[in-house]
């Protein structure tokens, strides 16, 4: 049974990936401004375990990518509203902020 606030859809190393792609993003985007995609590659490359391909994403929004890469994205949120980085969408990369 999931904890509550927890889908029962996903296993732990599914869910995982969100948790450990915000700490990884930081360090990724150290080095230069990076596509949604470059950043996703990185984070497969860092967790292979956690990155399977075969398990879907099963939201309503007609995207048969794999779930772990809805988690990065909701990992490149989080850090978005958290302000730790920032999105260009004339080069739809992602950049640490600048403080």
């Not at 049974?1 to 995982?16: C, H, L, N, T, W």
């Not at 360090?27 to 596509?35: S, T």
Request: proline residues 5%; aromatic residues 8%; contains cysteine.
């Amino acid at each position: 049974m999931a904890k509550f606030g927890q889908s029962p859809k996903y296993d732990d190393e599914i869910r995982v990936v969100r948790k450990k792609s915000r700490k990884l993003i930081l360090k990724i985007l150290e080095k230069k401004p990076l596509l949604r995609d470059e950043i996703s590659s990185a984070i497969k490359k860092e967790l292979p375990k956690n990155c399977v391909d075969n398990i879907l994403c099963i939201c309503n929004y007609g995207d048969s990518k794999p779930e772990w890469m809805h988690q990065v994205r909701w990992a490149l949120t989080d850090l978005r509203r958290a302000e730790h980085i920032q999105y260009n969408p004339e080069t739809r990369k992602y950049s640490l902020m600048e403080y």
